[in-house]
């Protein structure tokens, strides 16, 4: 391997994965690794909500009362691990995440937002109309009858988590072949070489 | 639910979710998050290697000279998330990470080590005997013949991780049902104590 470019090689890599694998709903969902208040790692399943348009940023719709959104205001950084069960390949990706609240102040990110939210299921957007989670179960309240309409933009509890990858760690388990991909940045853009490493 | 018990109430969710998942080679793999030297997360996929003897403690096998030893030593505290992909259940299993490697002074350590290379295939321990994971790879060297008789103990750069659960956060997805699982240790003794929370 070796060179400099701009385009992340990576991605097409994981497109094709995505591809390979779609007949599995599971094919979407990866681990988010993040650190705790207590410099504790934390990691939960979450579901891939696609590239920011035309990069390779990677977008997760989240609860704004869940914990990992307090744990990244304290510490940024995350790790994917995806790991594609048919294709046995992994793909580690580290970075930064940003995270996009109704309370931004900036339009294209508030359109973003915006579009997450009309491309999610209306089963996912009443998630966020729900009791707040990791809070103790009220059992005594029946659950209330939720009716939302589906024109509706954002309610206040739905935020998207923006990842910025860093580095990407790829592994074939079938082909045995690992590469790693670490970006630079070159007068302000991007760029990333690859490595092929031992397994 | 509620009230205090010595055995882990989790460990059998697990075991049925084991079960109910057998017939998916990966329902053995799960993603463990530990934090670099960076403060950053890291997050790998690795192979469940059972429980401790008669405990809820979670085996894992590793090569030594991997990252996450390092990892482990600044900071021995994981995060393991296990998703089964075809009942829709979630653990996150939190802890602390005891290492047994060849040096350990505990005899019974060393035959747990030894335990677990037994345990796994001729194909896993040859692992141990490849080149260095993640450095460069070389491939002006054509891949040595190894040859490994079934009969010869673990290697040195074999290691066993043992997770020694202190938190469980179990989810449901079907039922949509989320369960807490703590433990505090009375005289000695490690309990349990479960909460249902809102998913």
């Not at 390979?20 to 990691?43: E, I, M, W």
């Not at 580690?92 to 609240?101: F, L, P, S, V, Y």
């Amino acid at each position: 391997m070796g060179g400099t470019v701009t385009a992340a090689p990576w991605k097409q890599l994981l497109v094709d994965a995505l591809e390979s694998n779609a007949h599995f709903k599971h094919s979407s969902f990866f681990q988010l690794a993040t650190v705790g208040y207590n410099g504790r790692p934390s990691n939960r399943t979450v579901v891939f909500r696609g590239f920011e348009e035309d990069c390779d940023k990677i977008q997760i719709n989240t609860d704004c009362r869940s914990r990992k959104i307090e744990e990244l205001k304290h510490c940024p950084f995350a790790e994917i691990c995806w790991y594609f069960t048919d294709s046995w390949e992994q793909f580690r990706i580290n970075g930064t995440i940003e995270t996009i609240d109704g309370s931004n102040p900036d339009p294209r990110k508030l359109q973003q937002r915006e579009k997450c939210w009309f491309a999610s299921s209306l089963n996912s957007r009443l998630q966020y109309l729900g009791p707040n989670p990791g809070l103790p179960r009220l059992n005594e309240e029946p659950p209330k009858e939720v009716i939302l309409d589906r024109s509706i933009g954002p309610v206040g509890a739905f935020c998207v988590l923006v990842l910025d990858p860093e580095q990407v760690d790829y592994l074939n388990l079938k082909s045995n072949q690992r590469l790693v991909f670490t970006s630079t940045h070159v007068n302000g853009v991007k760029c990333w070489t690859s490595e092929e490493i031992n397994p």
